[in-house]
């Protein structure tokens, strides 16, 4: 019996000798899965979403192969910020891990983009990956894994069973056992030890097998385009090594180190996703050296990455200010915007004290710039009427130094002869001073849209000089039928105007009902676009200097509409030409 039980014990183990061997060549997403939620079950997904943050979603991966190579959990998840809530938000969340015995008790946030396509009907779905190294399971076949959301005010996320996939990266067997920070030893390229960001331990000008000195050393590193790497190694007092970094399938080296005391770094912008080498290099002397690895996502525009090298990759704005960063390997940034004939836009740059950075405009389907660029100090400015309406450029290029640069844009609806103060020298303009709305945030848009009609827009106007002249108010609002809906329709809605008083919406308030016509031509790309004059009289507020406006829908039934701070232009005088007046106010 206990032969027996050794004899079952030998095959089953060569059977698993064998499995390994076989999933060595491929990655494994196949293990053994149990799933548990307490979440709200919507169509097949565990929502958490309750107040008190006690939702979770659990897994238990069991026969974990042992092995030297780190696990990848591939995640699958979908997030929005409320009930039935909007597209494109990224998924928040805390991953906390465990192995049996409970010595390994690991919590990491977790950020995951939304990676939904254009025609994913709800727009919900974000993945990404996470790397648990192997020496965190410390031998353990089993893990447990747990995802809770961070705080009540984190978006909704949602999971299932086969939200998370352990991928286990292919092991390259001959490299001896990877043993927390210190690296193996490596001889060449083909050998590169493939390496996650940290710090780590490594050695130089000792024997190596054939009687000869360690005088290289490769590991390899995974970058998306867009990512900055910083490199770091700190070389011992007795010896003088040289770090370098080379791009994928290439055979030269990119980036320069810079020294300080012993410590040299070299820092890269990747221009190709893909696995990158590292290679540190003896000159002379020998000794351990650190090696530290850093990554950063760039957050051009706050869009978690680079803003694309080409216009087709271009990252789309709003009016608003943005922030962007230019370096070595990242020399050019493009933006997009979607412009109405007639309407102005101001772009302005502000870059580094230490850098030199240009900005340039193009039109719709074209290359060459458009405009010309003033330039005061380190700030770049260039105004242009758009004379013809559809999706322009914007690119910012580096001719030196590097760092953050801010993008202010601004649009107003006029051409500029009219705008200009000093030319027609009878009409002031205002933009908002403050804007707040607790609408659905969509590419710089609140939507207004709940069936409970509790969302809205405010905007407040500082500072207007007093008179007698009526206000004009040019809006821009967006609007379409539902979700995602269609193009071409109007914007409705509740105009509540008035000047604060003492108390909440003390003072003077008056509302009218507002219908803006779509004015989106042909190649807008969604045709959601409404703008109109509307005539505030200013006889029932003499003196004041601050004006509030709040717009609500009026029906559930009625069409979607969104606003931002932009959408609100103040005129003390009605502009002389080029739009018409679409209603007159009627007070009720
Ligand atoms: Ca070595
Ligand atoms: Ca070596
Ligand atoms: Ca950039
Ligand atoms: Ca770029």
Redesign the pocket.
């Known amino acids: 019996m206990k032969i027996r039980k050794v004899l079952t014990l030998l095959i089953f183990l060569s059977i698993l000798a064998i499995m390994s061997l076989s999933a060595f060549a491929v990655s494994n997403s196949n293990l053994t899965n149990k799933f548990q939620s307490n979440g709200d079950l919507i169509q097949g997904w565990y929502w958490l979403r309750d107040n008190n943050i006690q939702d979770y979603a659990q897994w238990t991966f069991e026969n974990i192969l042992s092995g030297d190579n780190d696990l990848t959990l591939d995640f699958t998840v979908l997030a929005t910020d409320r009930q039935n809530g909007g597209r494109g938000f990224p998924a928040d969340f805390l991953l906390i891990y465990e192995v049996p015995g409970g010595n390994v008790f690991i919590t990491q946030k977790v950020n995951l983009p939304n990676v939904s396509s254009a025609n994913d009907p709800v727009g919900y779905t974000c993945s990404g990956q996470v790397i648990i190294p192997r020496s965190d399971l410390q031998g353990a076949s089993v893990l447990f894994l747990r995802a809770e959301r961070i705080s009540p005010h984190t978006n909704h996320v949602a999971f299932n069973k086969d939200s998370i996939k352990i991928i286990e990266t292919t092991a390259e067997e001959n490299y001896p056992p990877y043993q927390g920070n210190q690296l193996p030893d490596t001889n060449n390229q083909n050998e590169a030890f493939l390496i996650q960001p940290g710090i780590y331990n490594g050695s130089l000008g000792g024997q190596i097998s054939g009687g000869q000195r360690d005088s290289e050393d490769w590991y390899s590193i995974n970058l998306q385009a ?1 990512q900055i790497i910083n490199l770091q190694l700190t070389q011992p007092s007795t010896g003088y090594f040289t770090l370098y970094l080379r791009p994928p399938e290439l055979t030269s080296n990119v980036g320069t180190a810079t020294i300080q005391d012993n410590t040299k770094t070299l820092q890269y ?1 990747a221009n190709i996703t893909g696995i990158w080498y590292i290679k540190i290099i003896r000159s002379s002397g020998e000794g351990e050296y650190q090696l530290s690895i850093n990554i950063q996502n ?1 957050n ?1 525009a706050d869009s978690n990455r ?2 694309g090298d080409t216009p087709e990759q271009a990252i789309a704005l709003y009016p608003g200010i943005f922030t ?4 070595r390997a ?1 020399n ?2 493009w933006y997009s915007i979607n412009l109405q004939e007639g309407q102005t836009i101001n772009l302005q740059l502000s870059m580094p004290s230490d850098a030199s950075f240009g900005l340039s405009l193009t039109r719709p389907g074209s290359t060459s710039g458009a405009g010309s660029v003033q330039t005061q100090d380190k700030i770049k400015t260039l105004q242009y009427v758009a004379n013809v309406s559809g999706i322009w450029h914007i690119k ?1 290029t580096r001719s030196s130094g590097e760092g953050e640069y801010q993008l202010s844009v601004n649009i107003s609806g006029y051409q500029s002869g009219q705008t200009d103060q000093s030319q027609s020298g009878s009409s002031q303009i205002f933009t908002a001073n403050k804007f707040y709305s607790n609408g659905n945030l969509i590419q710089g848009w609140y939507w207004l849209r709940d069936s409970a009609l509790k969302q809205y827009a405010e905007w407040t106007f500082e500072n207007v000089p007093p008179g007698n002249t009526d206000l004009t108010l040019d809006i821009t609002a967006l609007a379409t039928n539902q979700a995602d809906g269609g193009r071409g329709f109007p914007a409705k809605f509740k105009l509540i105007y008035g000047f604060p008083g003492s108390g909440l919406m003390g003072g003077v308030f008056q509302t009218m009902e507002v219908t803006l016509p779509n004015t989106s031509p042909r190649s807008d790309p969604v045709g959601y676009t409404c703008q109109g004059l509307i005539i505030v009289p200013r006889s029932f507020t003499p003196g004041a200097s601050t004006f509030f406006f709040r717009i609500e829908r009026i029906s559930s039934n009625d069409n979607h509409i969104a606003f931002n701070q932009e959408s609100i232009t103040l005129f003390t005088e009605e502009p002389s030409s080029g739009f018409s007046e679409i209603q007159k106010p009627r007070t009720k």
């Open positions: 867009g912008i760039q051009d680079d803003a962007g960063f230019l370096q990242d050019v940034d910012i």
